[in-house]
């Protein structure tokens, strides 16, 4: 039978689903318990929080050999991204012969259920998991659970239950897609040409697989809404029922998934995941990976892409600050032309930037870090995991006969979009540890930014921190930090 070329083809447990007809604009969670019946999926807070909606979202591997499994929050994830691919909820768990997953049956052992409404995302978060790691940390099940809110516990029981099912055999612990296999590759096969799907009122959502069939289409039609992640459209969607007329959904575009090595950088493609990324940096920069690691939870990580963030421009946008403070640059593309421009030149306003029209990121640059160089970031927010910044800072350095070099200091909430401090950087560049004082630092913050209170924080408190901040971080420069011969 010839696939219909306006609908949505994915696997569900051995079958090809197609879905036709459905606006554009459905989300995953909508679709699988409307149409499909898999209402063991909830929906809680409908903005990614609360994770009763988790699902595991398998694409093949470059060769096709195996299934790639990440968890997703379904009520952010629009229906046609599932193009192409697989998904497993709790009802796939349930075994021909009616036994349970190893994480149900501990779940249910160890008395982690209550209520039961938040406990399929809980399983599929464990249940991610324990597809990739087969004898999780304590702080790696506490990671993979910082997405899921159970309202009627503590995680104690839930955790004791992840550390009881990772004991089981690693072949009962695996999820079953062997007949998911050859139709994900069929899938492939007929997904290799760009396609526009309609939904039923006649709108695009357009899935290139080429940069040069992206850059095209944005030529024709620039006021279309670039889709990566869709944790941000994914909200706008659900809370302020926005139904963009053209969507671009750039997962089927290989280049923008790519992380290059070009020795001294990483050029990191626009759809690359904050999970990708994190990994990447864990080494090199650790606190960035912290600040990753705090962004969101691992369902958001694992679709949010780094690009995104930058795009969305949010002034409390995380990952920013440590872009700024070691140097990034963007990969720009409008029709067949290219430039480069550094991200401390990319904001011009409050969600205002330097794109032209038609004009979108490929790739951040990423400079690795140089001899004797030292970078710190801290994020403090309310609450520690997946919380809203009131502000983020990170510091880059050199000592050099003791004194601080090559300064470069950013924020996020001070200003209207994430910025570097000039003022403060020259208040250390050329100093001592000991010869930075807190009154300069203050002085400089006042002078650098317009005082003002916000949900978050008030201005007395952020400034606070924006200046103890920096005292921590130099602090920890004395007598720990390797110098560099000049």
Known sequence: MTPNPNSVRFVLDGAIIEAGGEHHGSTVLDYLREQLQRSGTKEGCAEGDCGACVVLLGELDGAG???NYRPVNSCLQLLPTLHGKSVKTVESLQRGNGDLHPVQQALAASHGTQCGFCTPGIVMSLTGLLQTVAQPTRNQINDALSGNLCRCTGYRPIVEAAQKAAAAPAGQLKLDDSADLPLLRQLRRE????????????????????LAALADYLSRHPDATLLAGSTEIGLQVNKQFARPGRIVYLGGVSELR???????????????SLTDVQNLVADVYPDFAEVLRRFGSPPIRSTATLAGNIANGSPIGDSMPCLLA????????????????????????????????????TAIDLPKPGPGEVFRAHKVSKRFDQDISATCCAL??????GKFTRVRLAYNGLAPSPCRAPRLEAVINGRTPEAVSAAELDQA?????TARDGLRASWAYRSLLARNLVLRFIEEAVGSVPEVTP
């Open 191 to 210: 997904s290799a040409q760009p396609a526009v799907l309609h939904s039923a009122e006649g709108q695009d959502f357009f899935t290139p697989t080429t």
């Open 445 to 449: 913050i006042a002078a650098s930014f």
């Open 326 to 361: 070691l140097g990034a640059s963007l990969q720009l593309r409008r029709g067949d032309s290219t430039r480069t421009l550094a991200l401390e030149d990319f904001y011009t306003g409050q969600k205002k930037n330097a794109l032209q029209s038609g004009e979108f990121i």
């Open 258 to 272: 790519q992380i290059e090595d070009q020795g001294t950088l990483w050029r990191i493609g626009a759809q690359v």
């Open 65 to 67: 050999a195996t299934i």
């Open 396 to 401: 880059r350095y050199q000592l050099v006969d």
